[in-house]
C-alpha cells in the first residue's frame, strides 16, 4: 500500500498532496525534491524512478513536466507503484482534458475527490475513468483552449485533407460543449517509440519498435467500433522468417509484430480471420494493443560523425545527420548529444550557411556538445563542425573518450514498422450519425544512440 499521494511542479512547488496513512513525516515533498534535483549517487545525473530515504521509499514518474510521486514505507513492487502512477495522471487528464500545474491548481476540488475514490487508506480501489463517473459530481473547470502553448505538426490529427490542431483532444470526457452539445468525435493515435543502436561504420546493431495504439472516444453511447489493421499482419516469428518472407517482399506493405497484447475491451474473435478489432472503448484515453517489433526496420536518421586531431590541444568534430522519410513528412524538436572529453575546456560552433532555427551549446558542467534542430524535413542533410580545445594533452585515442552520439525526435504522421489503421467503423444510430474519426502517427526516439 502507498502513504503519500503528492503532485510536484518543475519548481517544487506542491500542487496536490493526499496522505492516507499517516505513517511518514509531513516534509516527505521537500526531501524528495531536493534529493532530486541533487542526485549525485551512482555517479548518474538524474534520480532514478525509485529509491530510498531513512527508510522511506520514493516512487516518482514525470509527466508533462509534472512529478507525481508516492511514498511508502513497505516493500511494494516498484513497477506496480509506478503504474499506478500513471494511470492516475491518465484519469486526471481524462476529467481535466489538459494536464498542466493551472489546470490542478483551478480542479483541487475535483481532483481531490478523484484521489479518494481511486486510493482509500493506501490501497487502490479503480483507475477506470468509466466506473469512477458513478461516484464523481464535481464538474471541471475547463481551461481556455487559446492559452496553451502552441503545439506544433506533431500536435496535428490529420484525416485527408482535414486537419485539426491537436487542442481539439484537449477536453474532458465528463463536461459537454458551451450549450450543452456534444460534439461527436473519436481520436486515434499510433504510437512508435523506436531503439536504435549504430555501430561506427553505421550499421544497425539493435532496433527494437515498442508501439501502441492509443483511443479516446467523444462518442454517446458507447456504440461499437471495428478497427481493421493490416490483412497481412504476423504476430511471432513463425519459425525464424523476417519480416521480409511475409508477402514476398518488403515493399508489400507486410508487418510482422514479435508481441502484442489487447485492452481488455477488446474482442479478437475475427482477429485471425481478417486483423479487424471489435470493442465497445470505455470513458477515457485507453491503449487498444500494446505491440514490439525487434527485426530490422528502416531508420528515420542516419548519423555519421568524424573526429579528427588538429595538434596536441585541439580537436574537430563533424556531425552530420541525414531524414532518411519521405520528403512530404517533417521531423520536429530534434536534440543530437555527444559527450566529449572530461579534458575539454571551450568548444566553437560552425553550421552551415542560411540555417535557421538551429542552436548549439557546450555543457561545461557534463562536458557535453548539443545541437538542437527545431525541423527537418525529409531527405535534407545537416551537418555541425566543432571545434574543440583541450586543457591537457590527449593521451590516448580520442574516439574513445567521446560518445556515443544520442538523439530524441518526433515525426508526426510517420511509423517506421508500417502498422496502419485501414478503416475505423463506427456502428450508426441512425442514417444521419456520422461522428468526426481522427487518425494520427507519431514516431519518437526512445534510445537512439550511434557509437563513434
Not at 108 to 125: I, N, R
Request: net charge neutral; aromatic share 10%; charged share 25%.
Amino acid at each position: 500500500m502507498i502513504s503519500q499521494f503528492f503532485v510536484l511542479s518543475q519548481r517544487g512547488d506542491s500542487i496536490v498532496f493526499r496522505d492516507y496513512r499517516g505513517d511518514v513525516p509531513k516534509g516527505s515533498a521537500e526531501i524528495f525534491f531536493r534529493k532530486v534535483k541533487f542526485w549525485k549517487e551512482d555517479g548518474g545525473e538524474e534520480a532514478p524512478p525509485v529509491f530510498n530515504v531513512d527508510g522511506v521509499n520514493y516512487f516518482h514518474v514525470k509527466v508533462v513536466g509534472l512529478l507525481f510521486v508516492a511514498t511508502s514505507r513497505t516493500n511494494l513492487s516498484p513497477s506496480l507503484v509506478l503504474e499506478l502512477l500513471q494511470r492516475i495522471a491518465r484519469v486526471i487528464k481524462d476529467y481535466l482534458g489538459v494536464l498542466n500545474e493551472d489546470s490542478l491548481r483551478k480542479n483541487f476540488v475535483l481532483v481531490y475527490e478523484l484521489l479518494d475514490e481511486v486510493v482509500d487508506f493506501g490501497y487502490v480501489q479503480t483507475t477506470s475513468t468509466e466506473i469512477l463517473k458513478s461516484y464523481i459530481f464535481n464538474e471541471p473547470i475547463m481551461i481556455d483552449a487559446g492559452r496553451l502553448p502552441p503545439l506544433g505538426p506533431a500536435a496535428m490529427f490529420m484525416q485527408g485533407s482535414k486537419r485539426m490542431p491537436g487542442t481539439a483532444i484537449t477536453k474532458s470526457v465528463v463536461a459537454n460543449e458551451p450549450g450543452g452539445r456534444k460534439r461527436e468525435e473519436i481520436f486515434v493515435d499510433i504510437i512508435e517509440k523506436i531503439s536504435i543502436t549504430f555501430s561506427s561504420s553505421g550499421y544497425i546493431l539493435t532496433s527494437e519498435i515498442d508501439g501502441t495504439i492509443q483511443m479516446k472516444s467523444y462518442l454517446t453511447g458507447n456504440p461499437e467500433i471495428r478497427l481493421a489493421l493490416n490483412e497481412d499482419l504476423g504476430i511471432g516469428r513463425a519459425g525464424g522468417r523476417s519480416a521480409y518472407d511475409y508477402g514476398g517482399s518488403a515493399g508489400s506493405g507486410a508487418v510482422v509484430l514479435d508481441d502484442c497484447n489487447f485492452h481488455e475491451s477488446v474482442q479478437l474473435d475475427s482477429f485471425d480471420v481478417d486483423r479487424t478489432l471489435t470493442l465497445v472503448p470505455p470513458d477515457g484515453e485507453f491503449p487498444v494493443m500494446n505491440y514490439r517489433i525487434t527485426q530490422e526496420f528502416k531508420p528515420p536518421f542516419r548519423i555519421n560523425t568524424l573526429i579528427e586531431e588538429a595538434g596536441s590541444l585541439k580537436a574537430e568534430v563533424i556531425l552530420k545527420i541525414r531524414a532518411e522519410f519521405p520528403s512530404d513528412i517533417t521531423a520536429n524538436t530534434i536534440l543530437v548529444q555527444m559527450p566529449l572529453p572530461a579534458y575539454t575546456s571551450r568548444v566553437s560552433f560552425e553550421l552551415e550557411p542560411g540555417t535557421v532555427g538551429q542552436t548549439t551549446d557546450f555543457k561545461e558542467s557534463n562536458k557535453r556538445l548539443e545541437w538542437s534542430l527545431k525541423k527537418v524535413v525529409g531527405g535534407s542533410d545537416h551537418t555541425l563542425r566543432a571545434k574543440l580545445t583541450f586543457s591537457q594533452e590527449s593521451h590516448g585515442n580520442i574516439t574513445k573518450e567521446a560518445g556515443p552520439v544520442s538523439m530524441t525526435f518526433t515525426i508526426p504522421m510517420h511509423n517506421p514498422s508500417r502498422l496502419q489503421v485501414k478503416y475505423l467503423q463506427i456502428a450508426k444510430k441512425s442514417k444521419t450519425y456520422n461522428p468526426y474519426r481522427w487518425v494520427r502517427y507519431v514516431t519518437q526516439a526512445n534510445s537512439y544512440v550511434a557509437r563513434i
